[in-house]
Protein backbone atom coordinates (compact mmCIF):
# COMPACT_ATOMS: atom_id res chain seq x y z
CA UNK A 1 0.00 0.00 0.00
CA UNK A 2 1.37 3.65 -0.68
CA UNK A 3 1.57 5.81 2.25
CA UNK A 4 -1.87 7.24 1.86
CA UNK A 5 -3.63 4.45 1.39
CA UNK A 6 -7.20 5.87 2.56
CA UNK A 7 -6.88 8.86 1.05
CA UNK A 8 -9.83 10.60 2.68
CA UNK A 9 -10.46 9.74 6.63
CA UNK A 10 -12.94 8.13 7.55
CA UNK A 11 -14.02 10.95 10.05
CA UNK A 12 -16.59 13.15 9.13
CA UNK A 13 -15.03 15.84 7.90
CA UNK A 14 -15.85 16.47 3.97
CA UNK A 15 -19.51 17.27 2.91
CA UNK A 16 -21.78 13.82 2.09
CA UNK A 17 -21.41 14.26 -1.86
CA UNK A 18 -17.40 14.12 -0.94
CA UNK A 19 -17.36 11.36 1.07
CA UNK A 20 -19.31 9.21 -1.64
CA UNK A 21 -16.83 10.15 -4.23
CA UNK A 22 -13.39 9.82 -2.01
CA UNK A 23 -13.91 7.75 1.53
CA UNK A 24 -12.40 4.83 1.97
CA UNK A 25 -10.11 4.45 -0.82
CA UNK A 26 -7.09 2.16 -0.33
CA UNK A 27 -4.20 3.07 -3.13
CA UNK A 28 -1.69 -0.15 -4.16
CA UNK A 29 1.88 1.27 -5.35
CA UNK A 30 0.64 1.53 -8.85
CA UNK A 31 -1.42 4.74 -8.02
CA UNK A 32 -4.40 3.72 -9.84
CA UNK A 33 -7.10 6.55 -9.92
CA UNK A 34 -10.12 4.08 -9.97
CA UNK A 35 -10.48 1.52 -7.02
CA UNK A 36 -8.48 -1.25 -7.19
CA UNK A 37 -10.63 -4.69 -8.45
CA UNK A 38 -9.22 -7.50 -5.53
CA UNK A 39 -10.98 -10.69 -7.80
CA UNK A 40 -9.14 -13.57 -5.26
CA UNK A 41 -10.39 -15.58 -3.00
CA UNK A 42 -7.22 -16.08 -0.79
CA UNK A 43 -3.81 -14.36 0.36
CA UNK A 44 0.10 -15.49 0.28
CA UNK A 45 2.28 -15.46 3.21
CA UNK A 46 5.81 -14.87 2.91
CA UNK A 47 6.54 -17.35 5.75
CA UNK A 48 4.76 -19.79 7.88
CA UNK A 49 5.77 -17.70 10.91
CA UNK A 50 3.73 -14.62 9.25
CA UNK A 51 0.69 -17.06 8.69
CA UNK A 52 0.42 -17.89 12.42
CA UNK A 53 0.79 -14.45 13.05
CA UNK A 54 -1.58 -13.20 10.57
CA UNK A 55 -4.21 -15.90 12.01
CA UNK A 56 -3.30 -14.87 15.62
CA UNK A 57 -4.34 -11.04 14.78
CA UNK A 58 -0.43 -10.38 15.55
CA UNK A 59 0.09 -9.44 11.44
CA UNK A 60 -2.20 -6.81 9.98
CA UNK A 61 -3.57 -8.47 6.47
CA UNK A 62 -5.94 -10.38 4.57
CA UNK A 63 -6.58 -14.28 5.19
CA UNK A 64 -9.67 -14.98 2.85
CA UNK A 65 -12.18 -12.93 1.47
CA UNK A 66 -15.23 -15.16 3.19
CA UNK A 67 -13.64 -12.51 6.29
CA UNK A 68 -12.71 -9.82 3.88
CA UNK A 69 -10.69 -8.21 1.14
CA UNK A 70 -9.43 -4.69 -0.26
CA UNK A 71 -12.19 -4.12 -2.21
CA UNK A 72 -15.26 -4.89 -0.01
CA UNK A 73 -12.89 -3.41 3.10
CA UNK A 74 -13.37 0.06 0.58
CA UNK A 75 -17.20 -0.48 0.11
CA UNK A 76 -17.21 -1.19 3.94
CA UNK A 77 -15.46 2.26 4.65
CA UNK A 78 -16.70 4.57 2.22
CA UNK A 79 -20.65 3.26 3.60
CA UNK A 80 -19.43 3.75 7.15
CA UNK A 81 -17.72 7.53 6.26
CA UNK A 82 -21.24 8.34 4.65
CA UNK A 83 -23.73 7.28 7.15
CA UNK A 84 -21.42 8.40 10.10
CA UNK A 85 -21.27 4.97 11.50
CA UNK A 86 -18.26 3.85 13.23
CA UNK A 87 -18.38 0.10 11.43
CA UNK A 88 -20.15 -1.40 8.31
CA UNK A 89 -20.00 -5.51 7.59
CA UNK A 90 -21.09 -5.63 3.36
CA UNK A 91 -23.06 -8.75 2.60
CA UNK A 92 -23.88 -10.64 -0.54
CA UNK A 93 -27.67 -9.04 -0.20
CA UNK A 94 -29.80 -6.91 1.17
CA UNK A 95 -31.60 -9.89 2.98
CA UNK A 96 -28.19 -11.23 4.19
CA UNK A 97 -27.37 -7.88 6.06
CA UNK A 98 -31.43 -8.15 7.61
CA UNK A 99 -30.94 -11.41 8.58
CA UNK A 100 -27.27 -10.81 10.38
CA UNK A 101 -28.54 -7.66 12.10
CA UNK A 102 -31.49 -9.62 13.36
CA UNK A 103 -30.35 -12.73 13.81
CA UNK A 104 -26.90 -11.95 15.13
CA UNK A 105 -28.88 -10.21 18.40
CA UNK A 106 -31.02 -12.54 19.44
CA UNK A 107 -31.20 -16.23 21.23
CA UNK A 108 -34.19 -18.53 21.87
CA UNK A 109 -36.12 -17.27 24.40
CA UNK A 110 -35.91 -13.87 23.07
CA UNK A 111 -38.23 -11.14 21.34
CA UNK A 112 -38.54 -8.88 18.66
CA UNK A 113 -40.85 -6.60 18.04
CA UNK A 114 -41.36 -5.08 13.65
CA UNK A 115 -43.67 -2.80 12.35
CA UNK A 116 -45.70 -5.17 10.41
CA UNK A 117 -45.48 -2.79 7.02
CA UNK A 118 -42.49 -4.45 5.74
CA UNK A 119 -41.00 -6.18 2.42
CA UNK A 120 -41.96 -9.57 2.17
CA UNK A 121 -38.51 -11.29 2.89
CA UNK A 122 -37.93 -9.26 6.31
CA UNK A 123 -41.58 -10.16 7.16
CA UNK A 124 -40.64 -13.79 6.74
CA UNK A 125 -37.44 -13.46 9.11
CA UNK A 126 -39.46 -11.95 12.08
CA UNK A 127 -42.77 -14.08 11.45
CA UNK A 128 -41.66 -17.37 10.20
CA UNK A 129 -37.79 -18.16 10.22
CA UNK A 130 -36.61 -16.60 14.06
CA UNK A 131 -40.29 -18.35 15.68
CA UNK A 132 -38.46 -21.77 14.83
CA UNK A 133 -35.31 -21.13 16.90
CA UNK A 134 -37.71 -20.53 19.77
CA UNK A 135 -37.61 -16.41 19.07
CA UNK A 136 -41.19 -14.88 19.39
CA UNK A 137 -42.17 -11.47 17.69
CA UNK A 138 -45.02 -9.32 17.79
CA UNK A 139 -45.84 -7.32 14.96
CA UNK A 140 -47.22 -3.57 15.31
CA UNK A 141 -48.44 -0.66 13.48
CA UNK A 142 -45.24 1.09 12.96
CA UNK A 143 -46.95 4.48 13.10
CA UNK A 144 -48.75 3.69 16.34
CA UNK A 145 -46.07 4.92 18.88
CA UNK A 146 -48.73 3.27 22.25
CA UNK A 147 -48.31 -0.16 19.76
CA UNK A 148 -44.81 -0.10 20.37
CA UNK A 149 -44.89 0.65 23.89
CA UNK A 150 -47.42 -2.11 24.40
CA UNK A 151 -45.71 -4.42 22.38
CA UNK A 152 -42.46 -4.45 24.90
CA UNK A 153 -42.05 -7.90 26.98
CA UNK A 154 -39.07 -8.03 29.45
CA UNK A 155 -37.25 -10.49 26.90
CA UNK A 156 -37.56 -8.19 24.28
CA UNK A 157 -34.20 -7.66 22.76
CA UNK A 158 -34.77 -5.35 19.36
CA UNK A 159 -37.05 -3.69 17.57
CA UNK A 160 -36.62 -3.60 13.55
CA UNK A 161 -38.72 -0.85 11.04
CA UNK A 162 -38.41 0.47 7.96
CA UNK A 163 -39.34 4.09 7.01
CA UNK A 164 -40.60 5.29 4.47
CA UNK A 165 -42.17 1.42 4.45
CA UNK A 166 -42.12 -0.71 1.13
CA UNK A 167 -45.33 -0.69 -0.82
CA UNK A 168 -47.46 1.99 0.79
CA UNK A 169 -44.54 4.60 2.19
CA UNK A 170 -45.46 5.24 5.35
CA UNK A 171 -43.27 7.41 7.41
CA UNK A 172 -42.21 5.94 11.26
CA UNK A 173 -40.91 8.40 13.57
CA UNK A 174 -37.48 6.72 14.08
CA UNK A 175 -36.77 9.14 16.99
CA UNK A 176 -39.18 8.20 18.94
CA UNK A 177 -39.39 4.17 18.41
CA UNK A 178 -35.63 4.40 19.62
CA UNK A 179 -36.47 5.91 22.97
CA UNK A 180 -39.21 3.21 23.68
CA UNK A 181 -36.65 0.62 22.22
CA UNK A 182 -33.83 1.87 25.08
CA UNK A 183 -36.56 2.48 27.36
CA UNK A 184 -37.29 -0.97 27.03
CA UNK A 185 -33.43 -1.95 27.53
CA UNK A 186 -33.84 -3.38 23.77
CA UNK A 187 -31.83 -1.94 20.16
CA UNK A 188 -33.72 -0.61 17.07
CA UNK A 189 -32.35 -2.16 13.77
CA UNK A 190 -33.70 0.43 10.80
CA UNK A 191 -34.38 -0.85 6.84
CA UNK A 192 -33.18 2.42 5.50
CA UNK A 193 -33.74 1.35 2.07
CA UNK A 194 -36.31 3.79 0.59
CA UNK A 195 -35.27 6.43 2.20
CA UNK A 196 -31.30 6.24 1.36
CA UNK A 197 -28.39 7.00 2.74
CA UNK A 198 -28.42 10.35 1.37
CA UNK A 199 -32.04 11.39 2.76
CA UNK A 200 -31.91 10.03 6.13
CA UNK A 201 -29.51 9.48 8.67
CA UNK A 202 -31.55 6.76 11.37
CA UNK A 203 -28.08 6.32 13.51
CA UNK A 204 -28.16 10.24 14.32
CA UNK A 205 -32.08 9.83 15.00
CA UNK A 206 -31.26 7.23 17.89
CA UNK A 207 -31.04 3.78 15.64
CA UNK A 208 -28.42 1.34 16.70
CA UNK A 209 -27.87 -0.17 13.48
CA UNK A 210 -28.97 0.43 9.93
CA UNK A 211 -29.09 -2.17 7.21
CA UNK A 212 -29.54 -1.63 3.25
CA UNK A 213 -30.24 -3.63 0.27
CA UNK A 214 -27.29 -2.40 -1.99
CA UNK A 215 -28.83 -3.86 -4.40
CA UNK A 216 -31.32 -0.58 -4.99
CA UNK A 217 -30.03 2.90 -4.96
CA UNK A 218 -26.36 2.10 -4.10
CA UNK A 219 -25.98 0.26 -7.39
CA UNK A 220 -28.70 2.20 -9.11
CA UNK A 221 -28.25 0.55 -12.27
CA UNK A 222 -29.68 -3.02 -11.59
CA UNK A 223 -26.83 -5.07 -12.44
CA UNK A 224 -25.61 -6.51 -8.55
CA UNK A 225 -27.03 -8.00 -5.65
CA UNK A 226 -25.42 -5.91 -2.12
CA UNK A 227 -26.38 -5.71 1.32
CA UNK A 228 -24.27 -3.72 4.29
CA UNK A 229 -25.22 -3.50 8.05
CA UNK A 230 -23.99 -0.07 9.58
CA UNK A 231 -23.62 0.02 13.19
CA UNK A 232 -21.22 0.80 15.71
CA UNK A 233 -17.97 -1.38 16.23
CA UNK A 234 -19.38 -2.91 19.61
CA UNK A 235 -22.79 -3.78 18.05
CA UNK A 236 -20.44 -5.30 14.55
CA UNK A 237 -18.50 -6.89 16.88
CA UNK A 238 -20.94 -8.21 19.22
CA UNK A 239 -23.52 -9.35 16.81
CA UNK A 240 -22.58 -9.65 12.83
CA UNK A 241 -18.92 -10.21 12.70
CA UNK A 242 -18.38 -13.43 13.78
CA UNK A 243 -21.82 -14.29 11.98
CA UNK A 244 -20.68 -13.02 8.71
CA UNK A 245 -17.37 -14.61 9.22
CA UNK A 246 -18.41 -18.37 9.95
CA UNK A 247 -21.72 -18.55 7.70
CA UNK A 248 -20.32 -16.52 4.92
CA UNK A 249 -22.68 -14.27 3.29
CA UNK A 250 -20.15 -12.53 2.52
CA UNK A 251 -20.23 -9.80 -0.85
CA UNK A 252 -18.46 -10.65 -3.79
CA UNK A 253 -14.98 -8.34 -4.30
CA UNK A 254 -17.09 -8.12 -8.03
CA UNK A 255 -20.04 -6.59 -6.40
CA UNK A 256 -18.29 -4.34 -3.68
CA UNK A 257 -16.37 -2.63 -6.80
CA UNK A 258 -19.33 -1.91 -8.78
CA UNK A 259 -21.24 -0.59 -5.69
CA UNK A 260 -18.29 1.62 -4.83
CA UNK A 261 -18.62 2.81 -7.98
CA UNK A 262 -22.44 3.39 -8.14
CA UNK A 263 -21.79 5.56 -4.59
CA UNK A 264 -19.93 7.75 -6.61
CA UNK A 265 -23.00 8.82 -8.24
CA UNK A 266 -25.29 8.02 -5.23
CA UNK A 267 -26.37 11.73 -4.56
CA UNK A 268 -26.61 12.98 -8.17
CA UNK A 269 -29.02 9.71 -9.30
CA UNK A 270 -31.20 10.02 -6.11
CA UNK A 271 -31.71 13.87 -6.10
CA UNK A 272 -32.44 13.37 -10.14
CA UNK A 273 -34.86 10.53 -9.33
CA UNK A 274 -36.68 12.54 -6.51
CA UNK A 275 -36.93 15.42 -8.37
CA UNK A 276 -38.77 13.31 -11.08
CA UNK A 277 -41.20 11.40 -8.59
CA UNK A 278 -41.93 14.97 -6.92
CA UNK A 279 -42.99 15.86 -10.70
CA UNK A 280 -44.98 12.70 -11.52
CA UNK A 281 -46.82 13.01 -8.06
CA UNK A 282 -47.71 16.53 -8.86
CA UNK A 283 -48.82 15.72 -12.27
CA UNK A 284 -51.35 12.73 -10.61
CA UNK A 285 -53.25 14.70 -7.59
CA UNK A 286 -55.99 15.44 -9.41
CA UNK A 287 -56.42 12.61 -11.36
CA UNK A 288 -59.77 11.13 -11.99
CA UNK A 289 -58.40 7.58 -12.69
CA UNK A 290 -56.57 7.38 -8.85
CA UNK A 291 -58.38 7.21 -5.69
CA UNK A 292 -55.25 7.42 -3.52
CA UNK A 293 -51.93 9.25 -3.89
CA UNK A 294 -49.14 8.87 -1.07
CA UNK A 295 -45.33 10.39 -1.77
CA UNK A 296 -43.53 11.32 0.97
CA UNK A 297 -41.84 14.48 -0.21
CA UNK A 298 -45.94 16.00 -0.35
CA UNK A 299 -47.30 18.10 2.37
CA UNK A 300 -50.64 16.47 2.15
CA UNK A 301 -48.68 12.86 3.34
CA UNK A 302 -50.16 11.63 6.34
CA UNK A 303 -46.99 11.45 8.27
CA UNK A 304 -45.59 14.89 6.35
CA UNK A 305 -44.68 16.29 9.86
CA UNK A 306 -42.51 13.36 10.59
CA UNK A 307 -40.93 13.33 7.30
CA UNK A 308 -40.05 16.79 7.38
CA UNK A 309 -38.20 16.27 11.11
CA UNK A 310 -36.49 12.90 9.85
CA UNK A 311 -35.62 13.24 5.75
CA UNK A 312 -33.61 15.62 4.29
CA UNK A 313 -35.66 14.90 0.64
CA UNK A 314 -38.51 13.15 -0.66
CA UNK A 315 -38.25 9.57 -2.07
CA UNK A 316 -37.76 8.26 -5.68
CA UNK A 317 -40.93 6.11 -5.09
CA UNK A 318 -44.60 7.47 -5.77
CA UNK A 319 -47.03 4.49 -4.76
CA UNK A 320 -50.95 5.33 -6.26
CA UNK A 321 -54.23 3.22 -6.11
CA UNK A 322 -55.99 3.00 -9.55
CA UNK A 323 -59.70 3.00 -9.23
CA UNK A 324 -61.25 -0.85 -10.22
CA UNK A 325 -58.49 -2.52 -8.32
CA UNK A 326 -57.00 -5.41 -9.88
CA UNK A 327 -58.30 -5.47 -13.52
CA UNK A 328 -57.14 -1.59 -14.16
CA UNK A 329 -54.22 -1.85 -12.25
CA UNK A 330 -53.14 -4.88 -14.63
CA UNK A 331 -54.43 -3.11 -17.75
CA UNK A 332 -52.68 0.13 -16.69
CA UNK A 333 -49.16 -2.00 -16.25
CA UNK A 334 -49.49 -3.21 -19.55
CA UNK A 335 -50.32 0.17 -21.25
CA UNK A 336 -47.00 1.44 -19.87
CA UNK A 337 -44.90 1.92 -22.97
CA UNK A 338 -41.19 3.14 -21.46
CA UNK A 339 -41.66 2.23 -17.50
CA UNK A 340 -41.33 -1.41 -17.60
CA UNK A 341 -42.94 -3.63 -15.08
CA UNK A 342 -40.56 -5.16 -12.41
CA UNK A 343 -40.48 -5.73 -8.54
CA UNK A 344 -37.55 -4.16 -8.37
CA UNK A 345 -36.84 -0.59 -7.45
CA UNK A 346 -33.76 2.48 -7.10
CA UNK A 347 -32.55 1.13 -10.70
CA UNK A 348 -31.53 4.42 -13.72
CA UNK A 349 -34.78 2.49 -15.22
CA UNK A 350 -38.07 3.31 -14.26
CA UNK A 351 -39.91 0.65 -12.90
CA UNK A 352 -43.84 -0.46 -11.71
CA UNK A 353 -44.34 -2.93 -9.15
CA UNK A 354 -47.97 -4.26 -8.38
CA UNK A 355 -47.37 -5.14 -4.86
CA UNK A 356 -50.69 -7.39 -4.23
CA UNK A 357 -49.50 -9.92 -6.59
CA UNK A 358 -45.68 -9.74 -6.76
CA UNK A 359 -43.85 -8.43 -3.46
CA UNK A 360 -46.75 -8.95 -1.19
CA UNK A 361 -48.27 -11.73 -2.87
CA UNK A 362 -47.12 -14.09 0.33
CA UNK A 363 -49.56 -12.07 2.43
CA UNK A 364 -53.20 -13.25 3.31
CA UNK A 365 -55.61 -10.79 1.78
CA UNK A 366 -56.55 -9.13 5.82
CA UNK A 367 -52.99 -8.58 5.26
CA UNK A 368 -52.47 -6.80 2.85
CA UNK A 369 -55.83 -4.70 3.76
CA UNK A 370 -54.22 -3.83 7.19
CA UNK A 371 -51.00 -2.52 4.96
CA UNK A 372 -52.88 -0.10 2.63
CA UNK A 373 -51.51 -2.96 -0.21
CA UNK A 374 -54.63 -2.91 -2.13
CA UNK A 375 -55.69 -5.05 -5.46
CA UNK A 376 -54.86 -0.90 -7.33
CA UNK A 377 -52.15 -0.11 -5.75
CA UNK A 378 -48.89 0.35 -7.65
CA UNK A 379 -45.50 2.16 -6.70
CA UNK A 380 -43.47 3.30 -9.43
CA UNK A 381 -39.94 3.65 -8.93
CA UNK A 382 -38.45 6.76 -10.89
CA UNK A 383 -35.75 6.77 -12.38
CA UNK A 384 -33.43 9.00 -14.65
CA UNK A 385 -35.51 9.15 -17.52
CA UNK A 386 -36.83 12.67 -19.18
CA UNK A 387 -39.19 13.52 -15.98
CA UNK A 388 -41.67 14.82 -18.91
CA UNK A 389 -41.18 11.50 -20.69
CA UNK A 390 -42.08 9.83 -17.58
CA UNK A 391 -45.17 11.74 -16.67
CA UNK A 392 -46.11 10.92 -20.01
CA UNK A 393 -46.56 7.44 -20.04
CA UNK A 394 -47.78 7.51 -16.75
CA UNK A 395 -50.55 10.11 -18.17
CA UNK A 396 -51.22 7.75 -21.15
CA UNK A 397 -51.69 4.67 -19.89
CA UNK A 398 -53.99 5.75 -17.14
CA UNK A 399 -56.09 7.25 -19.99
CA UNK A 400 -56.45 3.83 -21.72
CA UNK A 401 -58.04 1.91 -18.16
C1 LIG B 1 -37.00 -2.49 1.97
C2 LIG B 1 -36.19 -3.63 1.50
N1 LIG B 1 -35.37 -4.26 2.36
C3 LIG B 1 -34.61 -5.32 1.95
C4 LIG B 1 -34.67 -5.80 0.68
C5 LIG B 1 -33.84 -7.01 0.29
O1 LIG B 1 -32.78 -6.68 -0.51
P1 LIG B 1 -32.06 -7.75 -1.51
O2 LIG B 1 -33.00 -7.99 -2.63
O3 LIG B 1 -30.80 -7.05 -1.90
O4 LIG B 1 -31.80 -8.99 -0.70
C6 LIG B 1 -35.51 -5.18 -0.25
C7 LIG B 1 -35.58 -5.72 -1.64
O5 LIG B 1 -36.45 -5.45 -2.40
C8 LIG B 1 -36.29 -4.07 0.17
O6 LIG B 1 -37.12 -3.44 -0.69
Known sequence: MSKSATTVPAKKIYRPETRLVQSGTLRTPFGETSEALFLTQGYVYDTAAQAEARFKGD?????????????????????????????????ATGMAAVTLALVGQVKAGDHVVAAKAMFGSCRYIVED????????????????????????????????????TNPALEIIDIAEVAKIA????????????????????????????????????????????????????????????????????????????????????????????????????????????????????????????????????????????????????????DGLKLIRISNNLGDAKSLITHPATTTHARLKPEQRAELGISDGLVRVSVGLEHPDDIVEDVLAALEGV
Request: charged residues 20%; contains cysteine; aromatic residues 10%.
Open 59 to 91: DPGYQYSRFANPTVDMFERRMAAFEGAESARAT
Open 182 to 333: HAAGATLVVDNVFATPLFQSPLALGADCVVYSATKHIDGQGRCLGGVVLASEKFIMDNVHMLLRQTGPSMSPFNAWVLLKGLETLAVRVRRQTDSAATLAVALAENAKISRLIYPGSPDHPQAAIAQKQMRGGSTLVAFEIKGGKKSAFRFQ
Open 129 to 164: YLPRFGVSSTLVDGCDLNSWKNAVRPNTKTFFLESP
